[in-house]
């Protein structure tokens, strides 16, 4: 659509005319003026006229038609994601020269930002997708992972001018998409029963020839996510395997599913025994949803997950959520901000209150 460049208050002040003087002219009310003049209120072709023969100009100097420019219709994108599916809503960044496409985050009631849609798959590249405007790539930043918490970082992020694009994704393959420069940060918090240094162990398997730096986002606590008031009187892992309790995984390579893992071989509990460990959720708040809508009793998750929906937790491990970054990565702007960003105490201070984190360790560097 056409957009109205209105010049009436540049070319009333030039004339040396008030805003009053010149609604006394026109015959219209002084707030008609100020609408106008702030494109509030577009004017009918007889208050037009009579505004420009107030101010002896033309109407055409008063009032211009700026023309769009036409968005690039498509555009082939390597797609970050569990399901391509035609019409499928879709963020994107380049990363590395790439342009990258990842699915936009879905709210229960409202519908994703997004940049554009799938439309298929080309033969000889990724998914076509249909953009919805002239992609804006500069000052995005793209991190991979299942940090709950990441709507609190865009939201301080976009104050200072970067668009956090979230990748989501599980650690393992976070790690991954950053070894094969599909994303600029991987969160990861691998960290199983008595395994304090896993991320740093698989981010240095996956990077044998180092190049990468790696950053603390805090540590937080995960556990036992149970219906409000834990009628089932869930204790430890050894009460999931339980028959009358309904359990809801996360899929491999996840962290969750790493320290259910762990604690299942500590109690040398086989994984038949848990009802539901082949029913798995992409994401923490995934999971506890399913508990919140009774179609699991218990998962495991982070306790920002529990109180999201108002549910019952029981700490299982405290972990560290860290943040890997390839070292050419580290000079790029967004990232910088990034950096930044989390010695706000601002920051700290969300983070602590809304998502529960440890923040003492906070932007520390770990390797």
């Known amino acids: 659509m056409a957009k109205v460049n209105i010049r009436l208050a540049a070319i009333r002040r030039d004339r040396g005319v008030s805003a009053s003087e010149l609604a006394r002219r026109a015959g219209v009310s002084r707030q008609t003026v100020y609408a106008i003049e702030a494109g509030d209120y577009v004017p009918n072709t007889a208050v037009a006229l009579r505004l420009a023969r107030a101010l002896d100009a033309g109407v055409e100097d008063l009032f211009t038609l700026e023309e769009p420019e036409e968005p690039a219709e498509a555009a082939t994108a390597e797609f970050l994601g569990a399901e391509a599916r035609r019409g499928l809503a879709v963020r994107l960044c380049r990363v590395d020269g790439k342009l990258i496409a990842v699915p936009g985050v879905v709210d229960p009631v409202l519908l994703p930002v997004a940049d554009g849609a799938l439309q298929g798959v080309r033969k000889a590249g990724g998914p076509m997708v249909r953009l919805a405007h002239r992609l804006e790539e500069a000052g995005r930043l793209m991190i991979a992972g299942c940090d709950p918490a990441a709507s609190l970082v865009a939201h301080f992020l976009l104050r200072a001018g970067v668009e956090l694009i979230p990748a989501p994704s599980n650690s393992s393959q976070a790690i991954d998409w950053l070894?094969?420069?599909?994303?600029?940060?991987?969160?990861?918090?691998?960290?199983?029963?008595?395994?304090?240094?896993?991320?740093?162990?698989?981010?240095?398997?996956?990077?044998?020839?180092?190049?990468?730096?790696?950053?603390?986002?805090?540590?937080?606590?995960?556990?036992?996510?149970?219906?409000?008031?834990?009628?089932?009187?869930?204790?430890?892992?050894?009460?999931?395997?339980?028959?009358?309790?309904?359990?809801?995984?996360?899929?491999?390579?996840?962290?969750?599913?790493?320290?259910?893992?762990?604690?299942?071989?500590?109690?040398?509990?086989?994984?038949?025994?848990?009802?539901?460990?082949?029913?798995?959720?992409?994401?923490?708040?995934?999971?506890?949803?399913?508990?919140?809508?009774?179609?699991?009793?218990?998962?495991?998750?982070?306790?920002?997950?529990?109180?999201?929906?108002?549910?019952?937790?029981?700490?299982?491990?405290?972990?560290?959520?860290?943040?890997?970054?390839?070292?050419?990565?580290?000079?790029?702007?967004?990232?910088?901000?990034?950096?930044?960003?989390?010695?706000?105490?601002?920051?700290?201070?969300?983070?602590?209150?809304?998502a529960c984190y440890d923040v003492r360790r906070t932007g520390e560097r770990v390797l």
């Open 179 to 354: 070894r094969r420069r599909l994303v600029h940060v991987a969160g990861s918090h691998l960290a199983g029963a008595g395994q304090a240094e896993a991320n740093l162990s698989a981010i240095r398997r996956a990077f044998p020839r180092g190049g990468v730096a790696v950053v603390t986002l805090a540590e937080w606590e995960e556990g036992l996510v149970a219906a409000q008031g834990n009628p089932k009187r869930l204790r430890s892992v050894a009460d999931i395997a339980r028959p009358a309790v309904r359990f809801v995984n996360r899929e491999p390579g996840s962290g969750s599913r790493r320290l259910l893992d762990s604690e299942l071989a500590r109690l040398n509990i086989p994984a038949s025994a848990v009802r539901g460990y082949q029913n798995e959720a992409r994401a923490h708040l995934s999971a506890a949803r399913r508990v919140y809508e009774n179609a699991a009793d218990c998962c495991i998750a982070t306790r920002a997950a529990a109180n999201a929906f108002g549910l019952s937790f029981v700490p299982l491990a405290m972990e560290r959520y860290d943040l890997a970054i390839r070292a050419e990565f580290l000079a790029l702007p967004a990232v910088q901000k990034f950096l930044d960003m989390l010695a706000d105490l601002r920051v700290r201070r969300e983070l602590e209150m809304f």
